[in-house]
């Protein structure tokens, strides 16, 4: 189902649309979309949240042949993705959006990221991009496995695959 509300943009308050969207997600449940973007000011909203109460989840997904790239993410906006193996971590923040992408998806995210980085580093940081941009092309040819974690304590993020493993949600306390 797919709703469309028109509303004030908060940045710049031009009259834009705000578009609320159903989608089923097999072996999870419906998930509510809502996007919205100002052609005034360039303002975007993007959110996930599954339509049903859910604990706090964590997904572990080992990522090992061109055919797991396919493999449906679902990220809320309190969700954190971490691919140790590249050595990122994508936590959430006041920009950040929720998504529905694959495994390739995520991948191309964080090789725009430092295509972007490269532009600016220097150095070391210049080196180490370049790195994980090639593990990245690796790890698309098959080459490179990496595990791909997903924790989100709203329990709005997911992994759909058989082979991801759903586990209890421990978040860091933080305190020692």
């Known amino acids: 189902m797919r709703t469309v509300v028109t509303g004030p943009c908060p940045v710049c308050s031009t009259d834009i649309d705000y578009i ?7 072996y999870f449940s419906d998930i509510l979309i809502i996007s919205a973007r100002c052609p005034s000011c360039g303002y975007r909203y993007v959110d996930t949240q599954a339509i049903k109460q859910t604990d706090p989840t964590q997904w572990t997904l080992a990522v090992e042949t061109p055919e797991d790239l396919s493999i449906r993410v679902v990220r809320s906006m309190t969700g954190r993705i971490e691919i140790p193996e590249l050595g990122v971590v994508i936590d959430p923040g006041t920009a950040c959006e929720g998504f529905v992408s694959n495994v390739e998806g995520v991948l191309d995210r964080v090789d725009a990221v430092l295509e972007g980085a ?3 580093a220097e150095g070391d940081e210049l080196v180490q991009a370049a790195l994980i941009r090639e593990r990245i092309a690796a790890v698309k ?4 496995p990496v595990t791909l974690f997903l924790e989100d304590p709203s329990g709005n993020s997911l992994i759909v695959s058989e082979k991801a493993e759903r586990c209890v949600y421990e978040p860091e306390s933080g305190s020692e």
């Open 141 to 144: 040819a098959g080459t490179y």
């Open 20 to 26: 609320y969207q159903t989608e089923e997600i097999p």
């Open 118 to 120: 490269e532009r600016w």
